[in-house]
């Protein structure tokens, strides 16, 4: 296992007299029909890390199926679908209105592909000045619109791995994984935006003088819903009041080493992404 990291006093140091308001409410915008899965891992992971409030976004139907069904301790909201049972381009004006009262946006992570979806993806990412992660289906809405991260003044965090930084930025994917720190370096800076290129060591950078090497995880970690838990603990340590840069550091490092701790329990063949947020209570305190 990798060397341990000590998380910022902020995350591991909390005051006596403090309550849910102080770390932070979190909107995840998440879930379709056919992908609920990544939404709900997404909103958990960010619970277990420390967020105060996790609101969870879903298309309506989506929404009704999940009513008893879903973590306690999350609060859901339905937003318009479309028929196929995925995020409506309708929905922009009540999640711009739901955004006033959360403090970070987390956005992408099982919404689907459908084009209204990603219209609707592409307009909130433009509109939403507070800090937001953008994961998966998100970043994939936002490829031919790069221009959205270019001009926007927020606080984003972009979390691809090699396929969507391929798709998202226009470049060739031998390219990107021959230059993993460059690409990410150069795109990051060229775009305005903290770039987490997921994989075997993931780049996390501000494209400037903030630069971090992962060296936590293991090859377990590659199964259907590990990127949609690295997005709710960068969320988590965002709505706690860490920078971009340090959210995204820190939370690479997190999910990694809750992933070894989940590979010692359950092997790399056994070990899902349900697992890892099972180990983030264990990471942190070992990293406290």
């Avoid at 902020?10 to 899965?37: C, E, M, P, T």
């Avoid at 989506?62 to 339905?78: N, Q």
């Avoid at 987490?196 to 630069?211: Q, W």
Wanted: charged residues 20%; glycine residues 10%.
């Amino acid at each position: 296992m990798s060397k341990l990291m000590r998380l910022p006093a902020r995350l591991s140091l909390r005051k006596k007299n403090s309550h849910k308001g102080d770390y932070g409410h979190i909107l995840v915008l998440a879930g379709s029909r056919r992908y609920s899965g990544a939404a709900l891992l997404c909103a958990e992971s960010a619970l277990r890390s420390g967020a105060g409030m996790v609101t969870l976004g879903l298309p309506e139907s989506v929404h009704r199926a999940l009513i008893g069904k879903k973590i306690k301790e999350l609060i859901s909201v339905p937003f318009p679908e479309n028929k196929d049972g995925a995020f409506s381009a309708k929905a922009f004006s009540a999640v711009r209105e739901f955004m006033k009262q959360a403090d970070v946006l987390i956005i992408g992570p099982g919404m689907g592909s459908d084009n209204s979806t990603r219209a609707l993806a592409r307009k909130i990412v433009a509109a939403v000045q507070k800090p937001q992660v953008v994961d998966a289906d998100a970043l994939n809405a936002l490829a031919g619109f790069t221009g959205i991260l270019k001009n926007h003044r927020g606080e984003i965090i972009l979390t691809p791995h090699e396929k969507e930084m391929s798709r998202l930025f226009d470049i060739n994917i031998r390219l990107v994984k021959n230059n993993r720190k460059l690409v990410a370096k150069k795109c990051a800076k060229y775009y305005n935006s903290i770039i987490v290129l997921k994989g075997h060591c993931s780049v996390v950078t501000d494209g400037d003088k903030n630069f971090y090497l992962n060296h936590t995880g293991n090859p377990g970690m590659a199964t259907a819903g590990s990127g949609d838990v690295l997005s709710g603990i960068t969320g988590a340590f965002l709505a706690q009041g860490l920078s971009a840069f340090q959210s995204a550091k820190y939370a690479t490092y997190i999910h990694g080493l809750a992933g070894d701790l989940a590979e010692d329990k359950k092997t790399q063949l056994g070990l899902i992404a349900s697992d890892i947020i099972d180990m983030i209570p264990g990471a942190l305190k070992k990293s406290m």
